[in-house]
């Protein structure tokens, strides 16, 4: 079981990336995706989390309007779009699931089970 997160990088402010959450070893399809990120000295926080079963997505406050989250059971892979990215969104990146939906509590880590490796995004000028 392992989940692998990929597509960050250096990027100036107002560019974009998308990150993408490939998993091996289980299909996703019965899983919520979660993306979290983590800054340096700061708590790991919710970013984006898609459900399984309807795709109901949810954002955190500080990138609703800039990110996307999308899911490709196909491809056993999840993705982030971001969109206008800003300094403040710089850290370490982290995919990680949950059993079939998000929940009202998807923002804290601790209800997600397998996690990705991370990948570190800089926007920087």
């Known amino acids: 079981v392992q989940l692998q997160a990929s597509g960050g990088g250096l990027v100036q402010p107002g560019g974009s990336l998308r990150l993408s959450c490939e998993a091996s070893?289980?299909?996703?399809?019965?899983?919520?995706i979660g993306w979290f990120r983590q800054a340096p000295g700061k708590k790991r926080e919710g970013v984006s989390c898609?459900?399984?079963?309807?795709?109901?997505?949810y954002y955190a406050d500080s990138v609703k309007g800039r990110f996307t989250i999308s899911r490709d059971n196909a491809r056993n892979t999840g993705y982030l779009r971001m969109n206008s990215l800003k300094p403040e969104d710089t850290a370490v990146y982290y995919c990680?699931?949950?059993?079939?939906?998000?929940?009202?509590?998807?923002?804290?880590?601790?209800?997600?089970?397998?996690w990705g490796q991370g990948t570190l995004v800089t926007v920087s000028s």
């Open positions: 070893g289980f299909t996703l399809d019965y899983y919520a």
């Open positions: 898609i459900s399984s079963s309807d795709g109901s997505a």
């Open positions: 990680a699931t949950r059993y079939l939906i998000c929940g009202r509590n998807w923002s804290y880590p601790i209800y997600f089970g397998s």
